[in-house]
């Protein structure tokens, strides 16, 4: 399981940062891509986040068990 862990936390992390990354370049672009893509990129990464949260609340829990 540890190794699992040792996966899915960068894994999680590197998706927020790219969700953060092309919801803000969609945002400075502006435009047509823009207008349709910044806030549902932006929604995706709270959701992001919220994974990535729960990922590393289950990993300080099961090394807590351990």
């Given at each position: 399981?540890?190794d699992?862990?040792?996966?899915?936390?960068?894994?999680?992390?590197?998706?927020?940062?790219?969700?953060?990354?092309?919801?803000?370049?969609?945002?400075?672009?502006?435009?047509?891509?823009?207008?349709?893509?910044?806030?549902?990129?932006?929604?995706?990464?709270?959701?992001?986040?919220?994974?990535?949260?729960?990922?590393?609340?289950?990993?300080?829990?099961?090394?807590?068990?351990?």
């Open positions: 399981m540890r699992l862990f040792s996966i899915l936390i960068p894994g999680s992390l590197v998706a927020v940062l790219v969700a953060l990354a092309v919801g803000l370049f969609a945002l400075f672009k502006g435009g047509e891509f823009g207008r349709s893509y910044s806030n549902k990129l932006m929604r995706l990464r709270v959701l992001l986040q919220f994974i990535a949260v729960l990922i590393l609340v289950g990993a300080f829990y099961w090394r807590s068990r351990g």
